[in-house]
């Protein structure tokens, strides 16, 4: 198994390498087994959060999976796949804040950047001085990232129109929010690199082939998703 060799050899990093869409009972436990970090998309309704992907329907309860989590010392990446109010962020950190786990990424929406989301009422999971173990992520939008990519191949360099309108958009979300991290796919890794514009931020990256996973530079890396088999996936 490629994914269990990866993480035996990673047990001296400070990355955890993350069992993506761990949306099932069965990759739970088997992400348990042989990953430090369970890749989880979430939704928010009322006062509960569910394990989903949508549109699938099946959906269990967050809450049902602590004994895994903390048997384990699993950190948790959770893609909130509608984290978009203060109201939600209250549900979200309610559920949070007495855990104590021992490290949980919460990946915010793309679509947040639009004008009619307003995260007030967030700000306590913003609040890095009272969260030390909590870090809030914008998930950088792949094709805005692509198209800048484009872009670049074309004129060899990022001062383009794409890339300017695709920066200048992350760094005025990163910055009203105060986010902590960014993620992003790995195939804008080279761009964001090169812009130098995230080196205060730390990063979290997927799509990774696990043979490509040594000779990446990790040094901004918090938290990483190896691509793998599992067809239990959704």
Partial sequence: ETFK??????????????YHRSN??????RGSKISTCLELDIIIEKDEIYINHPPKKEKFLLQNIIPIVKNNNLALWLDAKN???????KVLYDF???????????????????EKYNLKG????????????????????TNDGLACIEKYNLQKNLNN???NIFFAKLIKLINKYNFSDISFDSRLY???????LF????????????????????????????????????
């Fill in 5 to 18: 060799i990866s993480n035996d050899k990673n047990k001296n990093s400070n990355v955890d390498i993350c």
């Fill in 24 to 29: 099932t009972f069965a990759k739970i436990v």
């Fill in 83 to 89: 984290l978009d109010s203060g109201n939600k962020c």
């Fill in 96 to 114: 949070l804040v007495n855990k104590k786990f021992r490290k949980v990424l919460i990946e915010f929406p793309s679509y947040i950047s639009e």
């Fill in 122 to 141: 967030c700000e306590r999971l913003f609040n890095r001085e009272f969260n030390s173990n909590i870090y809030t992520s914008y998930y950088v939008p």
């Fill in 161 to 163: 129109n794409k890339c």
């Fill in 190 to 196: 080279d761009i964001i690199s090169e812009s130098k």
């Fill in 199 to 234: 080196e205060k931020i730390q990063w979290n990256t997927w799509n990774i082939n696990s043979e490509n996973y040594y000779t990446a530079n990790k040094s901004k890396l918090r938290m990483i998703i190896l691509n793998n088999s599992d067809k239990n996936n959704y």
